[in-house]
């Protein structure tokens, strides 16, 4: 991975953007992005559109969504501790003695997730963490002193920490989960500027909010694109470690390759050729099952308006919705570069129906 293009991306992941508080974090993607594009628009909630070829009638999306799993402020008590609701899927059993910043007008507020010692816990009727028992210490003895310091309900928090590399292989993260989906599908766009690569057809390369909370972003950004193609990038779960079950969960490898997925929101004719692509261009991949969505983006665009011809790219990941979200380096380029190649070979006017 290029020095400038790391940069970028632990600035990226470092950057906080809760979902619907995403423009932060999308300002940085977009200053990133706009030496590789010709245009770009935004929508009134957040997401992001670069666009390459924005006079051509045949629309091509590459796709990933730029929030993070938060919390809220829910309840401020008389003595100043504060109780949390979650914004998207967080979890309450990692937050006991985890750092966190509480974002106000007034600036961010330090915090901590408290929690009794271990030496005062009955092993036999001790609670276990949950969201009627977390709590966040702000340094405050009152609720008029977390008050001045301009948090009430409704601020947003997100844990403290900062990208980090295991063995020189592994990216190491706060919400990878998906903005290293945004880093990737920039990347696509600068190899194709830097290579002067010439596409017959427009490209929208879309960072969407709110996909945590039900792909809400997507939703609407497809409304507007109405794209003819899309191709949606997001993280699955590498199965590898302790406490998932293969034959349920699937047998993925972080360092194996991109995941491809089959399932009904997944245009097989697309995914035939991203397959073939692959195969062709020797990039190695895996094959993952859904049921009846993908609970990604996909659907979303899948089964907008009349319907779009869209496959799903995934990021194998380790340790899902904590702060360690763990993937290898390898599969990262080998996602770039098999979206890259996919567009190479994609023809405009390209017709995906089943029956003609």
Not at 278 to 305: H, L, N, V, W
Not at 331 to 336: E, K, P
Request: glycine share 8%.
């Amino acid at each position: 991975m290029r020095s400038q293009s790391l940069d970028f991306l632990k600035t990226y992941l470092n950057n906080a953007s809760p979902t619907g508080f995403e423009s932060s974090g999308q300002q940085i993607w977009l200053d990133y992005l706009t030496p590789y594009i010709d245009t770009y628009f935004t929508d009134v909630y957040g997401s992001v559109v670069g666009v390459i070829n924005p006079e051509a009638k045949y629309k091509v999306v590459i796709e990933a969504h730029a929030d993070e799993i938060a919390w809220f402020v829910n309840y401020i008590t008389k003595e100043g501790l504060i109780y949390v609701k979650r914004n998207g899927g967080s979890d309450h059993q990692i937050a006991p003695s985890m750092r966190v910043n509480i974002h106000t007008k007034k600036g961010i507020v330090k915090g901590v997730f408290g929690w009794p010692a271990i030496h005062v816990r009955n092993p036999i009727t001790e609670e276990t963490p949950s969201l009627k028992n977390i709590f966040i210490d702000t340094g405050c003895n009152s609720k008029e002193e977390v008050e001045e310091k301009g948090i009430h309900v409704g601020s947003v928090i997100t844990f403290e920490d900062e990208m980090t590399m295991l063995n020189n292989r592994y990216i190491v993260g706060r919400a990878l989960d998906n903005r290293i989906g945004g880093f990737m599908i920039a990347e696509v766009a600068r190899l194709l500027k830097e290579k002067k690569k010439k596409l017959p057809f427009g490209l929208y390369i879309v960072n969407a909010v709110q996909e945590e909370i039900g792909l809400r972003g997507a939703e609407m950004i497809s409304r507007r694109i109405k794209p003819d193609v899309a191709i949606i990038t997001d993280v699955c779960h590498d199965t590898q470690t302790p406490m998932y079950e293969k034959k349920t969960q699937g047998d993925l490898a972080a360092g194996s390759g991109p995941v491809l997925t089959y399932g009904p929101a997944v245009q097989n004719n697309l995914l035939d050729m991203i397959v073939n692509v692959a195969e062709k261009k020797k990039i190695p991949f895996q094959r993952a099952a859904a049921t009846r969505a993908t609970g990604t983006d996909t659907d979303a665009f899948a089964y907008s308006g009349e319907g779009v011809a869209s496959a799903l790219i995934s990021l194998p990941l380790k340790y899902m919705h904590t702060t360690v979200e763990t993937v290898h380096t390898d599969d990262v380029d080998n996602v770039i570069k098999l979206i890259y190649e996919m567009l190479l070979q994609l023809k405009s006017g390209h017709d995906f129906r089943y029956i003609k």
